[in-house]
């Protein structure tokens, strides 16, 4: 049991240090700057008092996913040759 530790802290000391890691903090987003993924986590603590707090960032995200989703489809659907030759 012991052995797995240790293999496992060695790999994630090595990842620490890789280059896409630091690339990822220095992108990441400060703490006071507002995201609809904060909002959602802060508000997970009033979902029984005042719901909408997270409810609104949940919607946000799932409109803009889907939005996403439709247009990655629609571009498919339109400059994919192999769909092109079916139809």
């Known amino acids: 049991m012991d052995d797995h ?3 496992v802290r060695g790999l994630s000391l090595a990842l620490r240090e890789q280059k896409f890691v630091q690339a990822a903090r220095a992108l ?3 703490p ?3 995201t609809w993924g904060r909002m959602l986590a802060e508000g997970r603590d ?5 719901g909408w707090i ?3 960032p949940g ?7 889907l939005g996403i989703n439709f247009l990655g489809d629609g571009l498919r659907n ?9 139809t």
């Open 5 to 7: 530790a240790r293999v």
């Open 28 to 30: 990441g987003v400060r």
């Open 32 to 34: 006071p700057t507002p």
């Open 46 to 50: 009033y979902l029984t008092v005042a």
């Open 54 to 56: 997270s409810i609104f």
């Open 59 to 65: 919607v946000a995200i799932m409109i803009t996913v």
């Open 78 to 86: 339109l400059l994919d040759p192999r769909l092109r030759r079916q």
